[in-house]
């Protein structure tokens, strides 16, 4: 049973910073994709950013790119998303999740149960 768990959320104002980190455990960290999806209120879930098992690639919604930044670190078993210049519109329940494979171009397979990210205006 794979357990993933995000953390990092919170409430900051218009132009500040946040970082969420994930964990997984339950198989080896080290092999598998690892990416974010939020949900705002009234909407779908929606991709955010997503790294592969070695970090060579990564992939960003148009939404956040050049203010967000997807990393990982395998050693320590733990997945980071830093977000800057944060807007009200990134406003949501942030999902963590680990994909089938080693590459985001797979299908994401297990969730966390979510961080609020609430940015006041």
């Known amino acids: 049973q794979v357990q993933v768990v995000e953390s990092g959320g919170g409430l900051v104002r218009a132009g500040g910073s946040l970082r969420l980190t994930c964990t997984a455990r339950?198989?080896?960290?080290?092999?598998?994709?690892m990416g974010w999806f939020r949900q705002a209120p009234g909407k779908d879930r929606e991709f955010v950013a997503a790294?592969?098992?070695?970090?060579?690639?990564?992939n960003y919604a148009d939404s956040v790119k050049g203010r967000f930044t997807i990393s990982r670190e395998n050693w320590k078993i733990s997945m980071y998303l830093q977000m800057n210049d944060l807007q009200p519109e990134d406003t949501a329940v942030y999902y963590c999740t680990q994909y089938r494979l080693g590459s985001y171009s797979s299908q994401p397979e297990y969730w966390g149960q979510g961080t609020q990210v609430i940015v006041s205006s």
């Open positions: 339950g198989r080896s960290f080290t092999s598998y994709a």
């Open positions: 790294i592969n098992w070695n970090s060579e690639n990564t």
